[in-house]
């Protein structure tokens, strides 16, 4: 059945459904109606495949479960936060209402960094999310915790905020270690300098607060490519992004976001 919010605010349940047939036909039609017509395609058809191209589901989450002490942070699923390093053990992710809601908490001295292992050379993630706020951004940073040339395994991003897109070649950017260390001993060179404004690119995009969208980040070979809500954002290619395997998806959060129904894939060739 489609999770939806409308469904979720007035409280129903599956019971509820399974006992009337006529009030399940209603509220379906109902929260269909209600439900854009951008998201309401990406979840019936999330995918769209060259003829050649296999897409192999790796990962899915749609965080219809509970936690058995509200308190405390249960994610499950393989999910790890970063919250007892760096926000001194609060809690900063929460089950409800069948979504993942991502909070900075003020002790915190990094952003949130929610993490699954996602193992890949080129991949698809998708995702539903909400931005309650203006001033709240969604990051999707894919890593290699195994390669040490660069600052914890930081290979390729992109941060979704409610005016714009951006997407980054971190390896090969600001987390190689060279660059980094530069950076930190305000040593950069003219040439660095220069190199950096090659690795990222920002592509202008407004989102409704409040609202749910739907993303799609594609990564094939050197090219990273959004899509939200059915439309194409951009895509950047940087030799960084090649890297022959990604190891894991961290979902970075500086203040406030809701995620829902993700799903990872693995793209190759039939």
């Given at each position: 059945?489609?999770?939806?919010?409308t469904a979720r605010s007035e409280g129903k349940c599956l019971g509820h459904f399974n006992s009337c047939r006529l009030c399940t036909a209603k509220v379906l039609m109902s929260n269909l109606m209600k439900t854009p017509l951008s998201c309401l395609?990406?979840?019936?058809?999330?995918?769209?495949?060259s003829a050649d191209e296999k897409a192999t589901l790796i990962f899915e989450d749609d965080f219809e479960r509970t936690e058995s002490?509200?308190?405390?942070?249960?994610?499950?699923?393989?999910w790890v936060s970063n919250s007892k390093k760096r926000a001194k053990g609060n809690k900063q992710v929460d089950l409800k209402d069948?979504?993942?809601?991502?909070?900075?908490?003020p002790v915190a001295d990094h952003a949130v960094s929610v993490v699954h292992p996602a193992e890949f050379q080129d991949g698809k993630v998708t995702l539903r999310f909400k931005l309650p706020t203006a001033t709240d951004s969604l990051g999707l940073n894919f890593a290699d915790q195994q390669f040490k040339e660069v600052h914890a395994g930081h290979l390729c991003m992109t941060k979704i905020s409610t005016k714009n897109v951006q997407m980054n070649d971190l390896k090969t950017g600001i987390m190689a270690n060279?660059?980094?260390k530069a950076r930190q001993d305000?040593?950069?060179t003219p040439k660095q300098q220069k190199m950096l404004?090659?690795?990222?690119?920002?592509?202008?995009?407004?989102l409704e607060v409040g609202k749910w969208h739907h993303l799609v980040v594609t990564i094939k070979g050197e090219t990273m490519t959004v899509t939200i809500n059915e439309k194409k954002v951009g895509s950047f290619s940087s030799e960084g992004i090649a890297h022959p395997t990604k190891r894991a998806l961290r979902v970075a959060?500086?203040?406030?976001v809701i995620i829902d129904d993700l799903k990872i894939y693995s793209l190759g060739k039939e």
């Open positions: 059945m489609m999770k939806t919010e395609a990406a979840i019936l058809c999330p995918l769209t495949l002490d509200n308190s405390k942070e249960e994610i499950g699923k393989g069948g979504a993942m809601h991502i909070t900075f908490h060279e660059i980094r305000k040593a950069m404004k090659t690795k990222t690119k920002r592509f202008p995009n407004k959060v500086p203040k406030k």
